[in-house]
């Protein structure tokens, strides 16, 4: 009978001795802690499945967003970083998982050197996220957004490749300065400008006439839509507002902006779990040094953050697919 | 667990380890093909998977399954839910998988809803322009 809760009558109920389910109080917190956290997190991926469905003819093409990978330039490569990222955090798993090991065969030194790994492995994942993050902000091609707040993207009708509004729009000569509090109107001031003007685009799109405009819309094989030259000069002309570079939380040049706001707000939220487990780790590996985990003869300490580091992992398992791979 | 004892097979027997460590490294290697089978399916999308299955493609009903069974192995063995008693498990699997469950249920159906008016031919709503 492992369900019932049989405590041995000569211990105090109320002191912390009791331990139902043979899981220590602690542990036990722990889990369910991981629990609600775990439901936190299916809230957030679960509404992004909603916002996906809602937009399904139009959603972004995620091996089309995250091409770039850390001093490879010109080339594009899907997946890869994300891979290496989604590698280093269930190394750095692995890694503490040796720890706990090692601490219930209590070996300090063994378990001072699997959580260093561990808090290794975890800022190196954070490092990763935070240049992804960069990368994603910043932008590559750019895109015109139309009035109806779609966005339209740019390829190069020869090669089928994607050109980036910088190489064929024209530069006319300042047609318009940012606002700043001490001109134009005093104590007023706009966010900068975008590199390029609607007109700008226009003219460099009219004069090469290699150019062709790509909308969001997936056509039956899941490709985007391609417009003919004449479709593509009409719809720029008649729609068109305003250049978009990268990626904020009002409009990004990958399409849908909920597409950007979901991706900010799940990996953020999880890169936030990241740090905070980083930042315990880093506190039970100074305990583990000074001995007092030697001292409680003990080392459940590591385990019970151990679990939360391994429930990082698994959301990360998740936001994985669910960003990159579906 | 407080006996330090660690059952030490997966699949259900089929592979048998003879220490924990050895078993972390087993599962280790299992995670790693797992991914790397994620990834290259990711990169390559293979056109025979696009054929839809329940309103999914096939190749997304592979990435799903490969995710849970990733999930599996990372809360069975290296948290360690193998080794606690079975209340615990059920008490935290069952609730988590029910409620997600629902949640997605409903959340995904309404998508698709809202998906259907924007569709609507019709034209009530406009959202290209």
């Known amino acids: 009978m492992q369900t019932t809760v049989s405590p041995n009558s000569n211990d105090n109920l109320w002191d912390g001795g009791n331990k139902p389910l043979k899981a220590s109080y602690g542990k036990m917190m722990m889990w369910f802690f991981i629990v609600s956290d775990a439901l936190t997190f299916s809230g957030f991926i679960v509404s992004y499945g909603f916002a996906r469905f809602k937009f399904a003819d139009s959603w972004p093409i995620a091996d089309e967003v995250f091409t770039h990978v850390p001093f490879v330039h010109g080339k594009e490569l899907p997946m890869i970083y994300v891979a290496f990222m989604t590698f280093v955090l269930i190394m750095s798993s692995v890694t503490m998982v040796l720890a706990v090991d090692a601490g219930h065969k209590m070996k300090k030194a063994k378990v001072t050197f699997y959580m260093f790994l561990t808090i290794i492995g975890g800022i190196i994942f954070v490092g990763s996220q935070a240049w992804e993050w960069a990368t994603f902000i910043k932008g590559d091609y750019g895109a015109v957004k139309t009035k109806g707040g779609n966005i339209l993207q740019f390829l190069d009708a020869n090669t089928s490749k994607r050109i980036a509004v910088s190489d064929f729009a024209f530069e006319f000569v300042n047609e318009r300065e940012q606002q700043q509090e001490y001109n134009g109107i005093w104590y007023q001031n706009e966010s900068s400008l975008p590199l390029f003007s609607i007109d700008e685009v226009i003219a460099g799109m009219e004069a090469s006439p290699n150019i062709l405009i790509r909308t969001q819309l997936l056509n039956d094989k899941g490709h985007k839509t391609i417009l003919t030259r004449e479709e593509s000069l009409e719809i720029l002309k008649s729609n068109g507002v305003s250049v978009v570079n990268g990626a904020n939380l009002i409009e990004n040049e990958y399409g849908v902006p909920l597409f950007a706001n979901f991706f900010f707000f799940i ?6 779990h990241v740090f905070s487990g980083i930042v315990l780790n880093i506190i039970i590996f100074f305990n583990v040094i000074i001995g007092t985990y030697e001292k409680r003869n003990s080392y459940e300490m590591v385990e019970k953050v151990g679990l939360y580091w391994h429930f990082v992992d698994l959301v990360w398992v998740f936001v994985f697919t669910f960003f990159y791979l579906v | 667990m407080a006996d330090h004892t660690h059952k030490l097979e997966i699949f259900r027997g089929l592979i048998k380890f003879k220490s924990n460590t050895q078993k972390i490294v087993g599962v280790l290697i299992l995670l790693s093909i797992v991914t790397l089978i994620e990834v290259v399916l990711g990169i390559y999308k293979p056109t025979i998977l696009n054929e839809y299955f329940l309103n999914l493609k096939l190749l997304n009903w592979i990435f799903i399954i490969l995710t849970i069974v990733k999930a599996y192995y990372i809360t069975w063995d290296f948290m360690h839910m193998r080794d606690e008693t079975s209340i615990l ?41």
């Open chain 1, 267 to 272: 990996t953020g939220f999880h890169g936030f």
């Open chain 2, 89 to 129: 498990r059920r008490i935290v699997v069952w609730t988590a998988v029910f409620l997600i469950l629902y949640l997605t249920f409903i959340l995904i159906q309404e998508g698709g809803y809202i998906f259907d008016v924007f569709d609507d031919t019709s034209n009530y709503i406009k959202k290209d322009f």
